[in-house]
């Protein structure tokens, strides 16, 4: 789960006076070097000094800015926490965007590797790429003629997400490996974090795609008007699913649950707070659809459902993430996003490094997997959804 919050006042009173120092042994030279170890530490004073070193004294070319993200990244890559990570400044403004669930762009959902090219995985619907024929499985080669590798990978994915206008220009390689040349233009897209609609059967099917701004908003929506339609059943998909708020979590969970315990969180500090259910909820039976891309949120959904409501869980085992993360801006618009907490199940379970298991587990094919990430699965070829429907036994 990703917990956006304002910076500590001791962490800014402590970067005030980082500041101070450093610009004391800049300015004063060794004068200052007292003060500057008193507040880092020789570990920190040897960065400094480091980072001196090479500003004044390498004879070949320097570039700062990188070598001042690569030393960033490395930190953090040093705590061997792999929800822990660092942000370039325009890393951090796209997730900024994305976590608006509103952002100015082409409208597609790329592949995260750093090969050449940009395959992409899903096209939004009603999006500048939708209109100019971009399908899921084609892979961008080239934004304005800039080719794209793993050096100019950022620069090629922040022209794509240009000002409200901005035409860009896209050489696309399809299946065949054809190329073709497409412009699109840039405008605001408003990605719909939750999608709803009435099965055969009367089971109501809510597609839950993030759990960033709104979404738990558009669940309650999704909940009524099934049940107005005559929905006898829920089933949540989260397959591919990045996570995102605990208070979108917390609040689709208060919904969903009985009175109880739903979410616990342990944090660096020592500090619990326990998130409850309130009386009222949605008394219809339940199942939850995961795979290995339901992380954080969407895991824990899951595996609190079928905890407090007996839901029944499909698909393939989740990721197994149980650390949840504040995402701290730097003072050069980088960031840095720290797992600061833990957190547990209602009943204190954690999912670290197992996840949750489901039952029945079922394995989509390749093909199905991709068209899923697509949005183009058809549902009654899309095992899981069927096991599900067959799990929750209306039919018996």
Do not use: H
């Not at 993360?325 to 999912?351: E, K």
């Amino acid at each position: 789960m990703n917990m956006e919050n304002k910076k500590p006042v001791k962490m800014i009173a402590r970067s005030k006076a980082l500041l101070a120092c450093v610009l004391c042994l800049l300015i004063g030279g060794s004068a200052a070097l007292g003060g500057v170890w008193a507040v880092l530490g020789k570990n920190g004073v040897a960065l400094l000094q480091a980072d001196r070193l090479i500003s004044r004294k390498f004879v070949g070319e320097d570039d700062e800015t990188a070598r001042r993200e690569a030393a960033l990244d490395a930190m953090v890559n040093a705590l061997g926490d792999r929800w822990s990570y660092y942000l370039t400044p325009q890393e951090y403004q796209r997730l900024r965007e994305t976590r608006k669930n509103s952002y100015i762009g082409v409208g597609i959902t790329v592949d995260k590797g750093e090969g050449d090219g940009l395959r992409i995985l899903a096209v939004t619907e009603d999006s500048p790429a939708l209109e100019a024929g971009l399908q899921a499985g084609e892979i961008i080669r080239a934004v304005n003629g800039t080719q794209v590798t793993p050096e100019t990978r950022e620069a090629c994915l922040t022209a794509m997400k240009g000002e409200e206008g901005t035409a860009v220009r896209l050489e696309v390689e399809d299946a065949q490996g054809a190329c073709r040349t497409v412009e699109v233009v840039c405008r605001e897209i408003r990605f719909q974090a939750v999608l709803w609609e009435l099965l055969e059967g009367d089971v109501g099917l809510i597609t839950i795609r993030n759990f960033y701004s709104g979404a738990a908003d558009l669940v309650r929506q999704g909940v009524e008007e099934l049940t107005d339609q005559g929905a006898k059943a829920l089933v949540l998909d989260v397959r591919n699913n990045p996570g995102g708020y605990v208070t979108e979590l917390t609040s689709m969970l208060d919904l969903l649950l009985p009175e109880g315990d739903i979410f616990i969180s342990r944090s660096y500090n020592g500090r619990e707070k326990v998130y409850t259910s309130d009386a009222a909820w949605v008394d219809l039976p339940l199942a939850v659809l995961v795979n290995g891309e339901s992380y954080s949120a969407a895991e824990f959904l899951a595996a609190q459902l079928r905890e407090s409501a007996g839901a029944v869980v499909v698909g393939t085992r989740t990721c197994g993430k149980g650390y949840s993360q504040n995402l701290f801006r730097l003072s050069d618009g980088s960031a840095i996003g720290l797992s600061t907490s833990r957190y547990y199940t209602g009943s204190g379970v954690s999912l670290i490094g197992v996840g949750v298991e489901p039952e029945p587990s079922v394995e989509l094919t390749e093909e199905a997997r991709v068209q899923l990430q697509a949005g183009e699965l058809p549902r009654d070829q899309d095992l899981q959804l069927q096991a599900a429907i067959r799990a929750l036994g209306l039919d018996r």
